[in-house]
């Protein structure tokens, strides 16, 4: 999983993404509120970890703007200020959870686990495209009555394309959101998943394919059935 973290303090920023590291996560900081705001928008982050305090631009009108602009990625909350009206301000300008300074590693994992598992206040179980469903739970990809299997990064990889509502995934975007940016894998390595997973929903009889566009990436498309 991917996580943004906007912090102006770097030592700060640099201790969560070693927390997160260490728990298995992809963690990339920016320092600025910015900056902060063009990296939420470009759909790489599954949560989002934003400070307050920012040069540039606010946490507040940060998250606000995300929210305006149909960004939907889970925000955790991260500031000094302890009183209730910050709280409130903080939840109402678009953020989904708020934790004050100093904090617990314990506590920021569980509730980003907690962010993760939810948009809104729906948890998710499931994600659906077309006529399959993907289970987050037991990694099972059903079509009608029939199920598959998919391994850890048969499931990553497909987690996020059918989490793009069609839009075009890059290459380089699957690796670094699957393998990570200081990963061993390379392009063959998604070349190869994407060709397993072609399989899997041809075993299951879905009417999902995915689609490789020339020089830009894939993205989920439903095949039309063929006339008589």
Known sequence: MNVLIVEDERNLADAIAKILEDEGYNAEATYDGKAGLTC?????????????????????????????????????????????????????????????????AEELLARLRALTRRRGDVMLDEIKFADIVLDLTTHDLTCGDKSVHLSGKEFEVMSILMGSNSRVISKQDLLTRVWGADGEASEN??????????????????????????????RLEVLDAPEN
């Not at 470009?42 to 946490?59: E, R, W």
């Not at 606000?64 to 903080?90: I, N, Q």
Request: hydrophobic share 40%; net charge positive; glycine share 8%.
């Open 40 to 104: 939420a928008k470009s759909g790489l982050y599954d949560a989002i970890v934003l400070d307050v305090m920012l040069p540039g631009m606010s946490g507040y009108d940060v998250v606000h703007t995300m929210r305006k602009e149909g960004v939907a990625t889970p925000v955790l909350m991260l500031t000094a200020r302890t009183s209730t009206a910050d709280k409130v301000a903080g939840l109402d300008s678009g953020a989904d959870d708020y934790m004050t300074k100093p904090f617990e």
């Open 189 to 218: 390595s998604v070349e190869a998943y994407v060709s397993f997973l072609r399989k899997k929903l041809a075993h299951v009889g879905s009417k999902v394919q995915v689609t490789t566009l020339r020089m830009l990436g894939y």
